[in-house]
């Protein structure tokens, strides 16, 4: 069966989208309803079904993504030039939350190797945190850090390119180099070998840095707290040190209050030290790095145990997101977060912002008014803070989105929606609020990849699946990121950061749902510590708290 070059998304859709590079007078679209057209199409971009008059609707995935700027005619491209970003209209309307949820009966009795907390949750990782209350104790934690990662086995006391770098000196040293020629990067390297790992059950020593604490407001200190304790109180976190300078706005007393709310009988180690009452840092260090000893020492106690699926809360996530995405990666992960709320599981669906032009659907199947409204409330909200300051949602997509057929950021958005599946909406939670619930929850964060992500795993993610076109290394301290590629060309391109190929949907080797499927299933082995996800064999230990303004 010949592979289609093009696809008509929704029955309502005025436009297609190229699945391969077409030429200027292809014919397209099958037999029934042949186009013609009228330029190159680039495999990613969209063309018009029809003829398009100007501020005529421009209408994708069944929504209204954007309106003409000018006449397009049938067959030809839609592109920046000719469209201006339009979305419809949303309101508190009816319900609409029932749902007929996917057959899981092969994962009913499926568990995954967890570190199971006094709380009753389940960590899929079993970290300790450094953590600085303020970003005058970022130098500190990093001293801290490099000492334990280093002494402990988790790190090479080298970089992993000292060889290389060696190999330079020695080829520079020996007059290979003239600095006029480009370097060799295929130069021979010495290999540094790594440590032994003293603590077998602590699966790394991470640290939160960040550039906040003092500064800002009242309310930027108590949201930096929150989203602190959100990853104190994670199940993926076996506990914590905390260094405070003790003048900041981020005080102790008030991360021990937001602790206090997500965890009322918190149990794990934790450890607060303020520099300006112990005195001389190097004290201050000593007395630290004692106790997180101590700390790793109960820590290494835990093992992994059997856990029901239910467990599980995956965080959603996308980035450098192309043409392709809401139509392979995307809408086989929403497969994927079927599967795991119909076995009781959470899923987080956040980026308020790549939400754009889908509210009513989303609205809508929110479980009581109350949700709906609550989240119809933070779009709006979050929509007239960026209009404040000269922007809007339509400045979400990047040079790369565009370049690769996000023209709007309604289109953009979707497709991102598909990440979230079919199920009913069963919380909405605003920045830093913790999930509570099992479910479809969404999460008020900006579209920013890695503060997206921090929010997350700061909501209770104990695994994040990202989807990207284009490729991004982002990772997380806490929590394993799953990357997944729209397009097999760039899972060989950059098969050292991407984890799974979801271009078999557009190349017609898998369906949505088989490529689903197996999200779910590497999603459980990585839960369960039998596979570890290439941001974190590359390190990639991103941490961005928002801070709450306007970042799309």
Not at 528 to 533: A, C, F, K, L, R
Request: glycine share 12%; aromatic share 4%.
């Amino acid at each position: 069966m010949a592979r289609a070059n093009t696809l008509r998304i929704h029955p309502e859709d005025n436009v297609g989208v190229a699945l391969a590079n077409l030429s200027n007078g292809d014919r397209v679209g099958g037999d029934a309803d042949p186009v013609t057209l009228r330029e190159d199409i680039p495999a990613k971009h969209k063309y018009a079904l029809s003829d398009i008059d100007t501020d005529g609707a421009i209408v994708m995935y069944g929504v209204l993504v954007g309106r003409a700027a000018e006449p397009i005619k049938r067959g030809g491209l839609i592109s920046t030039a000719n469209i201006r970003h339009a979305s419809g209209t949303f309101r508190v309307g009816e319900r609409k939350a029932d749902w007929m949820p996917p057959d899981v009966t092969k994962w009913r009795d499926r568990t995954f190797l967890g570190y199971h907390r006094p709380n009753g949750s389940v960590g899929t990782r079993n970290h300790w945190l450094l953590i600085p209350l303020v970003f005058c104790e970022n130098k500190n934690i990093g001293v801290i850090h490099e000492t334990l990662v280093t002494e402990l086995g988790y790190r090479h006391a080298q970089s992993p390119y000292t060889g290389f770098v060696q190999a330079l000196k020695a080829r520079h040293r020996a007059g290979g180099l003239d600095g006029r020629s480009p370097v060799d990067v295929d130069t021979a390297e010495t290999a540094v070998e790594a440590g032994e790992r003293l603590f077998e059950n602590v699966d790394g020593i991470k640290m939160l840095t960040h550039t906040l604490g003092c500064g800002g407001t009242k309310e930027d200190a108590r949201t930096l707290c929150g989203l602190l304790a959100g990853y104190i109180a994670h199940p993926n976190v076996a506990g914590a040190t905390v260094l405070s300078l003790g003048c900041q706005n981020a005080q102790i007393g008030l991360l021990e209050e937001e602790l206090a709310k997500r965890d009322a009988e918190f149990a794990k180690p934790l450890y607060l030290l303020e520099q300006q009452r112990i005195g001389q840092e190097s004290e201050l260090l000593r007395q630290a790095i004692a106790q997180t000893f101590t700390g790793l020492v109960q820590a290494n106690r835990i093992a992994r145990q059997p856990a029901p699926l239910s467990k599980l809360c995956l965080g959603l996530e996308c980035g450098g997101s192309d043409g392709f995405s809401g139509i392979s990666a995307n809408p086989a992960l929403g497969y994927a977060a079927d599967l795991l709320v119909a076995l009781g599981a959470s899923v987080i669906l956040s980026e308020f912002p790549e939400l754009c032009g889908v509210e009513q659907e989303l609205s809508d199947r929110c479980v009581d008014d109350g949700k709906a409204e609550r989240f119809v409330t933070l779009m709006q909200a979050y929509q007239r803070r960026a209009e404040a300051v000269g922007s809007g949602f339509d400045s979400n997509p990047s040079a790369g989105n565009i370049r690769d057929g996000l023209t709007t950021d309604a289109i953009k958005s979707a497709g991102a929606a598909k990440k979230g599946g079919t199920s009913p909406v069963t919380d909405v939670l605003d920045y830093p609020e913790q999930v509570t619930k099992p479910g479809l929850n969404l999460l008020c964060t900006p579209g920013s990849d890695i503060e997206s992500t921090t929010a997350e795993v700061g909501a209770g993610a104990n695994v994040v699946v990202f989807t990207t076109g284009l490729g991004t290394p982002t990772g997380n301290p806490v929590a394993p990121v799953l990357k997944v590629s729209t397009n097999t060309a760039l899972h060989a391109k950059m098969h050292d950061i991407i984890d799974l190929d979801a271009g078999t949907i557009i190349d017609g080797r898998e369906s949505i749902a088989a490529v689903g499927e197996r999200i779910l299933e590497q999603v459980i082995r990585v839960a369960s510590g039998q596979e570890t996800v290439k941001a974190e064999r590359g390190e990639h230990d991103d941490f961005i708290p928002w801070k709450r303004g306007i970042s799309l």
